[in-house]
């Protein structure tokens, strides 16, 4: 039965092989980045005296951040991160505005109206692989990924299980409610060739992201596209029905979750204030995802920030996010980016069709600078 929301292997084939998952422990020590201040000249208004206030003493830089999509629980770690201290401390005086579906962040990002939003990976992905990513004619703009929040894409299909939902085959004949240009919609082909799916016998119906759990509680639509992090709004909204869910990572576990994007040009001309952001950020995440205690500081957190939205369901989705964010293999630390990964996703994309071309160089879309350890630097003065 698929109604479990644990992560598939992230480095296995394409399709996940059932009982065979090996997680590592997930540890504070590992997952912290080092923080890293670099004087720089930076790219807009927005940004250029970064360097300069940290040498002048004249006060933090300010940074708007986008979340992923407005500020349901997942979101959250931002918020508590925001109230320990975490920004602060890294001299960054943070707004947060609650993001959008489709390419509403990516143009927001593009227009300098924020300096980072947190965007779904494969989105950025298809971009790149179809050459849209740029400042030419006919491009969305220039941008990288700088660091990786999950490793493992979150999207998945969400359905009542009394409505006899229990498998990804189940849902032939069936009418999904997604979110109109989300990545679940974009992937939606992809997806059902691979779990053996006949995409042209189901039907998509378009809905705001809020209305989901609605929906489907209310039988207009017979499974919902939705992140698993959701699964604690959507099974309060079904209740008694059970949910199963149904992650597209089972069968693309090579393609990353949510990931942070910057304008290239920030990147380039004040990487000490990228890597303060991404050190902050990463550590209010992996704070966030430590124990139950933690969770339900980010769900009051997040709770605080947005009263719309329930502190106790915001919790659950964060223990559900526990699971998803994950010290990888060898201990690489949370936040970190592969280059043969993101190869392997460009070449997934590819085989489903979704890119014309897998062989770019993943430098082009991803800065896999930001989050590496650099090696510490030798101050003993030599003898001669």
């Known amino acids: 039965m698929h109604s479990t929301t644990a992560p598939p292997d992230r480095l296995g084939p394409h399709r996940r092989d059932a009982g065979r998952d090996r997680w590592l ?7 912290v980045l080092t923080v890293l201040v670099a004087p720089a000249v930076v790219a807009c208004s927005a940004d250029r005296q970064s360097t300069e206030n940290l040498a002048a003493g004249r006060g933090a830089d300010k940074v708007t951040y986008l979340t992923a999509f407005g500020t349901p629980g997942r979101e959250g770690f931002v918020f508590l991160g925001k109230d320990k201290g975490y920004f602060s401390e890294n001299q960054i005086d943070l707004e947060v505005v609650g993001g959008a579906a489709g390419d509403k962040n990516f143009q927001m990002i593009v227009a300098g109206q924020a300096q980072f939003a947190a965007v779904d990976y494969t989105g950025v992905a298809m971009l790149a692989g179809n050459h849209r990513l740029g400042a030419g004619k006919d491009q ?4 990288k990924i700088v660091a990786a929040l999950q490793p493992t894409t979150l999207i998945a299909l969400m359905a009542k299980t009394n409505r006899g939902i229990v498998t990804p085959r189940d849902l032939a004949g069936k009418r999904l409610g997604i979110a109109s240009g989300a ?18 016998h189901t039907k998509i119906v378009n809905f705001a992201p809020p209305q989901l759990p609605a929906m489907l509680a209310g039988d207009k639509v017979d499974a919902v596209g939705i992140f698993v992090t959701g699964k604690p709004g959507v099974a309060q909204a079904v209740r008694p029905s059970q ?30 204030l990228v890597r303060r952001f991404t050190a902050a950020l990463i550590k209010s995440l992996t704070y966030s995802v430590q124990n139950d205690q933690t969770a339900a500081e980010c769900g009051k957190a997040t709770h605080k920030a947005a009263p719309a939205t329930d502190k106790d369901t915001a919790t659950e989705e964060i223990k559900e ?26 070449s997934l994309l590819r085989s489903l069709g979704l890119i014309a071309d897998s062989d770019i160089d993943p430098a082009s879309f991803v800065d896999f600078t930001i989050t590496s350890t650099p090696k510490p630097v030798d101050r003993r003065r030599s003898t001669r």
């Not at 969305?140 to 941008?143: A, E, P, R, T, Y």
């Open 25 to 31: 422990p997930l540890t504070a020590a590992a997952a």
């Open 140 to 143: 969305l703009g220039d941008f």
């Open 183 to 200: 990545v679940p919609e974009k992937l939606w082909p992809g997806y059902a060739k691979l779990a053996g799916i006949d995409a042209s």
């Open 243 to 272: 949910v199963t869910v149904l992650p597209y990572g089972d069968y693309m576990n090579d393609l990353y979750g949510n990931v942070l994007i910057a304008r290239s040009d920030l990147i380039e001309r004040d990487p000490g």
């Open 321 to 346: 996010m526990r699971n998803w964010v994950k010290v990888g293999p060898a201990n690489e630390p949370i936040g970190s980016l592969d280059p043969a990964r993101v190869r392997k996703g460009l």
